[in-house]
């Protein structure tokens, strides 16, 4: 909004110059030299094994490479792998990988790399953040040949190729000297030159690289957690691309000649997991009077902008799965007073939530919404850090912590429905083991995501999911709020390459070197 008053021009000004002082403005670089992507946090590894972070992993991806990858259309393909096959039982992959690779130390990639890459994966002890789902799904790895791998699993499990297109390989010699923590070393178009803490994280083009090398020569991630700072910097030129573009400054950017919007799909689903195993929220009455306590289309107009849709289903509509059909919560506060009142609650209750700080306008709106019904939500702010470790505590440490419920979001990096609902609703995912932050447990809905899992026939899968849907909406176990669209804003003039969202909102840059 543009003020005539000399005082906010003067401090307009100053938040120029701040994010100038801070990211350093100046000549524009040469084209092909620099391209600068501001994020909202830093990365907490360079160990692309060691983190459930996506914004982490969007400064690991262009490091490193996977057996398969997604094409412009989701479908799995070739990388590191060139050709692959499955038994009839459908739990033993034989992969062929590609020859003459080399990881950006020198070391040579081939079988026995792959099998080191994902026996650390498998060991329980090493005690990995991101290690869960593989452990889940694969067995064994074994070298069959020096550029052979076979994969024994546990079951049949339909996302297996979608699993290896986002488990990185790792340099077996950066493993073992205790490299990875610090710095990122695998095969990817870019390696990794500097992580300078607290301030960015700089890579460099791979010219050995064995596919395409990208037109982009260097890539510099910074942060701020300020969206104020964000929105200055990527139209004072001192961010080229700014990705997630926080939604209020969207509309504005998108009529703003220096700058280019650009859109991806609804691939984030945000909601509140409440505490199903603490009162009043084992009471499944309390948990449905939330949702209908929660004006989602309000939400979606003044948290996003419109930049998103309310969320009826825990899947989200870039998941090939998503049902809209599924019966969400429409906002119905008598009926959520109706509700309480019917659970012996009709003074309503106190909750204590978890977020973290660049969340709270978003909960302070849900507190406005749910004060309505006589619940009085206390908002406790944490930094990230803090944070990340509050909100993956067992049910003792949640209930000593006096932490009712968290707001949070979840993208699946694979759009596939297994990984968006096992981790958060299983029985057996509760944290700290996994993400189902909740402790819901509902023994026919896992029996139900199990078989889905297995299930080879794809329509067969979409019917089992469509029925997981309707069970976690009716059992309420989050509060599902709704479905962002990523979107990153570009200052034009700086980036010599097309830029696009993929699900998830990572950036990807279209062309190659010449």
């Known amino acids: 909004m543009a003020s005539s008053s000399a005082g906010a021009r003067c401090l307009a000004l100053a938040t120029v110059m701040v994010a100038c002082s801070l990211l350093g403005c100046g000549p524009a670089p040469p ?100 290690a869960s789902r593989v452990r889940a799904i694969v067995k064994r ?181 998503y049902d809209p059909q599924t019966r969400g919560y429409a906002y119905d506060l008598e009926r959520a007073k109706s509700l309480l009142a019917k659970a012996g609650y009709p003074d309503g209750f106190t909750l204590k939530i978890a977020v973290q700080e660049a969340d709270a306008q978003l909960v302070e709106a849900l507190q406005g919404m749910w004060a309505n019904a006589h619940v009085n939500l206390q908002i406790n702010q944490m930094e990230h850090g803090v944070f990340s470790q509050a909100i993956f505590g067992s049910p003792q440490q949640k209930a000593q912590q006096g932490i009712d419920c968290v707001f949070a979001s979840w993208a699946s990096d694979d759009t596939d429905p297994d990984y968006q609902l096992d981790p958060l609703y299983r029985s057996d995912q509760w944290s700290p083991a996994s993400a189902n932050l909740g402790f819901y447990s509902n023994p026919h809905l896992d029996v139900l995501l199990e078989s889905a899992a297995g299930e080879l026939d794809t329509e067969k899968r979409i019917v089992l999911y469509r029925q997981a849907q309707q069970i976690i909406s009716d059992d309420a176990p989050h509060v599902l709020l709704y479905y962002a669209r990523d979107i990153a804003a570009q200052h034009l003039g700086t980036v010599p390459t097309p830029v696009r969202l993929l699900p998830g909102g990572r950036v990807e840059f279209e062309g190659t070197a010449p």
Request: include cysteine.
């Open 31 to 130: 084209p092909e030299s620099l391209v600068t992507i501001m994020q909202l946090e830093a990365p907490l590894t360079m160990d692309p094994a060691d983190h459930t972070a996506s914004l982490t992993m969007d400064v690991l991806d262009p490091m490193y490479d996977c057996l398969t990858r997604f094409d412009q259309n989701l479908e799995v393909v070739p990388s590191l792998a060139t050709k692959w096959s499955v038994d009839s039982s459908g739990t033993r992959w034989t992969l062929e990988l590609r020859k003459g690779v080399r990881f950006h130390d020198g070391t040579l990639f081939d079988a026995q790399a792959v099998v080191d890459s994902f026996t650390r994966l498998l060991d329980p002890d090493r005690g990995l953040a991101g």
């Open 141 to 321: 790895v074994t070298a069959t040949g020096p550029d052979t791998v076979l994969f024994t699993l546990a079951t049949s499990y339909a996302s297996f190729l979608r699993v290896l297109a986002v488990t990185p390989i790792v340099s077996p010699s950066a493993e073992k000297q205790g490299k990875l923590s610090r710095q990122a070393v695998g095969t990817g178009p870019y390696r990794f030159v500097e992580w300078k803490t607290g301030e960015y994280v700089l890579e460099e083009r791979n010219e050995q690289y064995w596919g395409p090398r990208p037109a982009v020569k260097q890539l510099k991630w910074i942060w701020t957690s300020e969206p104020v700072l964000m929105n200055m910097s990527v139209l004072a030129g001192a961010a080229d691309i700014v990705n997630p573009l926080p939604p209020i400054f969207g509309e504005a950017l998108s009529r703003n000649r220096k700058v280019k919007l650009i859109q991806g799909a609804e691939a984030r689903v945000f909601w509140v997991a409440l505490n199903t195993r603490s009162k009043p929220l084992d009471d499944v009455r309390v948990r449905q009077a939330l949702n209908y306590a929660t004006d989602r289309e309000a939400l979606v107009r003044t948290q996003l902008r419109g930049f998103g849709t309310p969320a009826n289903s825990p899947l989200a509509p870039a998941d090939f799965a």
